[in-house]
C-alpha cells in the first residue's frame, strides 16, 4: 500500500476537515500487524471481538480507528464511527484504488472463477506489473484488501469477485471498477440463497455496475442463461464458445492428454492457433478461452497470450495431480457444486489409468435443491466410467444410492479414516483416485491419511524385505 492523505482514505466515512492530511501507510483488521501511521479496523468476531483491541491498537502508533460503535477509553477523536466494518473496508478500498489507474479486469461465474483469474494473470504479466486476488479473497473484506496493494507500478489487477447474495457483485464492482468484466457461467452455486438460476444470472451481472462505457465483457456463449440475458446497453459483449462458431472466439478439436488440453482456437478477428493449456478437462479449455479474451481486449497480442498462457498451472487445491506409491491422486478439494462435479467427472472419464475411484463429498450451501442435486450426481457417476464411488457426507450418501442402484460399486465412508482405509486396501498402481467435495468437506485429510498408510506400508515391506 502506497502512502495516502487520511483524508482521502476516509472520504464518505467522516468529513475531510476533521480527518486531515496525516499519511496512513496500512489499513488492517489484525491488531498484531499495527504499525505506526496506520488505520485498524474492528470487526465483531464469534470468538475474538476487534474492538477489544482497539485502544491497543492506538497505544502501538494507529492513526485511526474503526469502530461499529464508541468504546470506552477510545478517544473520539481518534475513532470513526460505521455500522458495518465490511462497508468501511469497501469505502476505503474504492478511495485508494481511485488514486491509480491499472487496467482492471474482473472475474465472476458459478465456477471457473480462480482458475480463469490465474490464466488472465499469468498472459497479462508479460505486458506489465500485474497484480491479482490471491487465495479466497474475493468478498467486501478480501476485494478491499486486494486493491490495497496496488501501487504507481501497477499496471494490470485481475480482481475475482465472489457472491452469496443478490448485491454483493454490485457493491464489489462499483469498488474496483473493471475495464474488462468476465462472467464465466451461471451454475447452481448458492442457489439456496438466491432462489434461481435466472437470479443467479441477474447477480453476476451486476459487475457491469462498475464498468465504464463501451466496456468489454467476456461472456460464455455455450451458458445458456447469459446467452438470453439482457445485457446493460453500456457494455460491448465478447462472446466465447466450444459449440458454437457464431461465437467471437470458438474452440474445437478439443482433446485431452495426459499433461492438459490441446484444442484449435479460432479468433474471429485474429485467425487461427493450436493451443496446448496445462489443466485437465473441457471445463478449463472455456476458461482458458475466457482469459485469452480477457488478454487480447486488454491489448495482448494473440500469439503472445498464448505463449504465456502455456506457463500457467493450477493453484491451491484445485486438480493438483499428485503420485502416491503408483497411484495418481487428483485432489480437487477447494470447493464443489453442480456445475465443478459435473466438469471433474467429464476430465476424470477421459483420464488414463487402470481403475477410476471417485472419492465425493457434500455439496454445500444448495438449500432445498441439494437432495436432487445429489441424487443427479449418482446418475452423473454411472456415466463416467467409475469403478468404485467412495462418498462421504449425509448429503452424499443420496448420490451412493442412486449410484448403487445403476450398477456402481459402492462405499460410503463415515469418516476420512474409512476412506484412507478402503483406498489403502483397494487401489494399487496404475489406479486413479479423485477427491472431490465443497470446501467445508476437507477432503485433503483422507489424502493425507492415505498417503500414511502407504508411506507405513511401504516402510514395512521394506523391512521385510531386508
Not at 458454437?244 to 470458438?250: G, I, L, M, R
Not at 493451443?275 to 471445463?283: E, F, P, Q, T
Not at 449425509?394 to 448420490?399: E, G, I, N, P, V
Request: with cysteine; glycine share 8%.
Amino acid at each position: 500500500m502506497e502512502h495516502i492523505a487520511a483524508n482521502i482514505l476516509l472520504a464518505g466515512l467522516a468529513p475531510a476537515e476533521r480527518i486531515g492530511e496525516e499519511k496512513v501507510t496500512l489499513v488492517t483488521t489484525d491488531s498484531r500487524e499495527v504499525v505506526p501511521g496506520c488505520v485498524f479496523v474492528a470487526f465483531p468476531g464469534e470468538h475474538f471481538d476487534g474492538h477489544n483491541f482497539a485502544a491497543k491498537a492506538l497505544a502501538d502508533g494507529a492513526a485511526w480507528v474503526v469502530l461499529n460503535h464508541p468504546v470506552e477509553g477510545v478517544p473520539e477523536e481518534k475513532t470513526i464511527l460505521c455500522p458495518d466494518s465490511y462497508q468501511a473496508m469497501m469505502q476505503m478500498g474504492a478511495n485508494y484504488r481511485a488514486q491509480f489507474s491499472p487496467k482492471v479486469i474482473g472475474v465472476t461465474g458459478s465456477v471457473g472463477k480462480t482458475t480463469t483469474k490465474e490464466f488472465c494473470a499469468t498472459a497479462l504479466s508479460v505486458l506489465g506489473n500485474t497484480i491479482k486476488t490471491e487465495g479466497n479473497q474475493n468478498n467486501e473484506l478480501g476485494l478491499p484488501r486486494t486493491l490495497f496493494r496496488i501501487d504507481a507500478s501497477t499496471e494490470y489487477a485481475v480482481i475475482e469477485m465472489g457472491m452469496n447474495h443478490a448485491g454483493e457483485i454490485s457493491r464489489l464492482s462499483r469498488c474496483a471498477k473493471p475495464d474488462i468484466g468476465i462472467i464465466t457461467c451461471i451454475g447452481l452455486s448458492h442457489i439456496g440463497n438466491l432462489g434461481s438460476q435466472e437470479n443467479i444470472c441477474k447477480a453476476k451481472l451486476e459487475i457491469c455496475e462498475g464498468m465504464p462505457e463501451g466496456a468489454p465483457l467476456i461472456l460464455n456463449y455455450d451458458d445458456e442463461f447469459l446467452r438470453k440475458a439482457q445485457l446493460p446497453s453500456h457494455v460491448r459483449p465478447v462472446w466465447y464458445s466450444m459449440t458454437s462458431q457464431e461465437a467471437d472466439v470458438y474452440a474445437s478439436a478439443i482433446r485431452q492428454e495426459d499433461d492438459g488440453m490441446s484444442f484449435l482456437l479460432d479468433d474471429a478477428e485474429n485467425g487461427c492457433f493450436m493451443v496446448h493449456i496445462s489443466a485437465l478437462g473441457r471445463h478449463n479449455v472455456a476458461n482458458a478461452l475466457a482469459a485469452y479474451c480477457a488478454a487480447i481486449q486488454a491489448g495482448l497480442e494473440p500469439r503472445d497470450a498464448l505463449k504465456q498462457m502455456k506457463e500457467f498451472r493450477q493453484t491451491g487445491m484445485r486438480q493438483q495431480m499428485l503420485d502416491s506409491h503408483g497411484v495418481r491422486i487428483i485432489k480437487d478439494c477447494y470447493n464443489a457444486n453442480p456445475n465443478s462435479m459435473k466438469a471433474a467427472l467429464e476430465m476424470f472419464k477421459e483420464y488414463p489409468c487402470k481403475r477410476r475411484f471417485a472419492v465425493l463429498a457434500d455439496m454445500l450451501e444448495l438449500g432445498e435443491h441439494g437432495r436432487e442435486a445429489h441424487e443427479e450426481l449418482g446418475r452423473l457417476v454411472a456415466q463416467s466410467n467409475i469403478d468404485v464411488l467412495i462418498t462421504y457426507g449425509d448429503l452424499a450418501r443420496r448420490t451412493a444410492t442412486v449410484a448403487a442402484a445403476k450398477g456402481v460399486r459402492t462405499i460410503h465412508a463415515n469418516n476420512y479414516d474409512e476412506i484412507a482405509g478402503f483406498l489403502a486396501r483397494a487401489a494399487a498402481p496404475g489406479d486413479a483416485v479423485l477427491f472431490k467435495g465443497s470446501r467445508g468437506m476437507a477432503l485433503e485429510n483422507a489424502i493425507e491419511k492415505l498417503s500414511a498408510l502407504q508411506d507405513a506400508e511401504a516402510r514395512a515391506e521394506s523391512e521385510n524385505g531386508d
